[in-house]
């Protein structure tokens, strides 16, 4: 019979999409067929399932993790942010529309149904289902219709462990004010807590333990330190872009702008790595680094929204600068359509401007279309003719003299531009850096030797480590314990 469990936050970021990750992986390490599930994510960093259609590249992780191919039902509602107040609504791996905040919450209870047709077909093939909560169920302005939280778990009747962050501060109000305020019906769902991300002696957090079940009655099912394999693994969301917005001394100097609508910036994760290489993500408000011999435009949810925010930034005319001093740009996806000379949207997919003025890097055009192109995809490079594999999700497509230049090779047909110069290129390929002969090629023209090996296998070390902390830290059996058959 299968179980299933599901680890909720006390808010977000507190580590959850990490825990499940690697009790996957120690699920699956004790042979189980385990699969993840996340009822409904918000993010920009989207992959592409192996079923087709998108995902979160969280739960892309945790399926990598489960040693299982993604599908679109382990996230059958993804929100991908375009503005301030709205989103699109992918569902079951394609797109449905587009809501503001306050239109979605209308829409939520219309949605339950996929969410729960999708955790059927994932609990038919598994012993073992670990869902994943969104934000908070404290958030009780937002229990009416909700599906990401205590609405799902208390609709599927699946246990709920609740997450509190100890590093962030508060972690004993944040559990017994959860407790406090949650109805009786969703309070009856938790079966324990875990306390994550704890620095120093454990032991001196005994009498915190006493003082939560003193309050709540809750078990606490383990204390989990700082799991240092985690900054291996891709981020979530563009909030942990924060923590990675560091220089450090020498080496190649890679730029990256953190556009507002940043999408799939895990893109860089293989750069990263590199120990000859100083990659730099580069605020808003702050300048593109004069010394950086390559800068790189990630993907965007809105190009023509980002594209205006690049020139208040002031960053054109610094890419400018850059491509005068002789310094290299790539695009990718988004970036990619920026570098053209215009961008139009003629059907108002992005809701703003029907043409925008490109940054002129490259002499192509692109025209937004409603059609999304979403697939996994081997490819090879062009100029270093080298195996490439990686996904396409974007709108539009991009012609122009550059073309005739292709950076890549995408099934047999051209891809990307490449300027006359040879300065400037752009791909719609996600993925691109993965490639550890491409990656060390690219560094090389830069005389800079590739040293950080194989990233996928660097990955799946990661989680192997994870996996064995938890299986000391908490256990494989008290994980197993807590979980509950479906439907009970």
């Not at 029907?354 to 490079?381: F, H, Q, W, Y």
């Not at 390929?429 to 002969?437: A, E, M, Y």
Request: proline share 5%; hydrophobic share 45%; charged share 20%.
């Amino acid at each position: 019979m299968t179980r299933a469990l599901m680890l909720q936050g006390t808010g977000s970021d507190v580590g959850k999409t990490v825990l499940v990750a690697g009790f996957c992986r120690l699920a699956a390490n004790h042979g189980l067929r385990v699969r993840p599930f996340k009822p409904q994510n918000m993010s920009n960093n989207a992959a592409v399932a192996d079923d087709g259609g998108e995902i979160g590249r969280a739960q892309w992780l945790q399926a990598l993790a489960c040693r299982t191919p993604a599908s679109v039902h382990m996230n059958p509602v993804l929100l991908k942010p375009q503005s301030e107040t709205g989103s699109q609504i992918v569902v079951q791996g394609k797109v449905a529309g587009h809501a503001r905040g306050r239109d979605y919450q209308q829409l939520k209870p219309k949605l339950l149904a996929a969410v729960l047709e999708s955790f059927a077909i994932v609990s038919a093939e598994a012993d073992l289902v670990l869902v994943e909560g969104a934000g908070s169920p404290g958030e009780i302005n937002l229990r009416a219709g909700d599906i990401a939280n205590m609405g799902f778990a208390t609709a599927a009747k699946v246990p709920v462990v609740l997450v509190g962050d100890i590093d962030r501060g508060g972690v004993i109000a944040s559990l017994v004010g959860t407790h406090t305020i949650l109805p009786d019906e969703d309070r009856a769902m938790i079966v324990g807590y875990l306390i994550n991300k704890f620095r120093g002696d454990v032991s001196l957090f005994d009498d915190g333990i006493s003082a939560i079940a003193k309050f709540t009655g809750w078990q606490c099912l383990g204390v989990i330190p700082w799991l240092a394999p985690a900054a291996r693994l891709p981020a979530e969301d563009s909030v942990a872009l924060e923590r990675l917005v560091q220089t450090t001394a020498g080496g190649l100097k890679i730029a990256v702008p953190m556009l507002s609508r940043i999408a799939n910036f895990d893109d860089f994760d293989p750069l990263k790595a590199e120990p000859g290489v100083n990659l730099v993500f580069v605020r808003p408000g702050e300048r593109l680094p004069e010394d950086a011999r390559l800068v790189i435009l990630p993907g965007s949810k809105s190009t023509v929204a980002d594209l205006a925010d690049f020139r208040r930034q002031g960053w054109d005319r610094d890419l400018l600068a850059h491509h005068r001093r002789g310094g290299h740009i790539i695009g990718i996806c988004g970036g990619y359509q920026m570098l053209g000379r215009q961008v139009s949207d003629p059907h108002g997919l992005e809701g703003g401007e029907s043409v925008a003025i490109g940054l002129g890097l490259l002499d192509i055009e692109t025209e937004l279309a409603p059609e999304k192109t979403v697939r996994n995809i081997d490819a090879r490079a062009a100029e270093h003719d080298v195996a490439l594999s990686g996904y396409e999700i974007h709108l539009g497509m991009s012609r122009g003299n550059d073309c005739a230049r292709p950076m890549t090779i995408l099934d047999g047909r051209p891809d990307g531009a490449i300027s006359t110069d040879g300065l400037v290129s752009g791909t719609y390929l996600h993925g691109l850096f993965d490639s550890d002969i491409y990656r060390e090629r690219l560094l090389a023209g830069f005389g800079v030797s590739g040293g950080a090996g194989s990233h996928r296998g660097e990955v799946d070390a990661a989680l192997d480590a994870i996996a064995a902390d938890l299986d000391r830290l908490v256990g494989f059996d008290r994980l197993m314990q807590a979980a509950s058959p479906i439907g009970h």
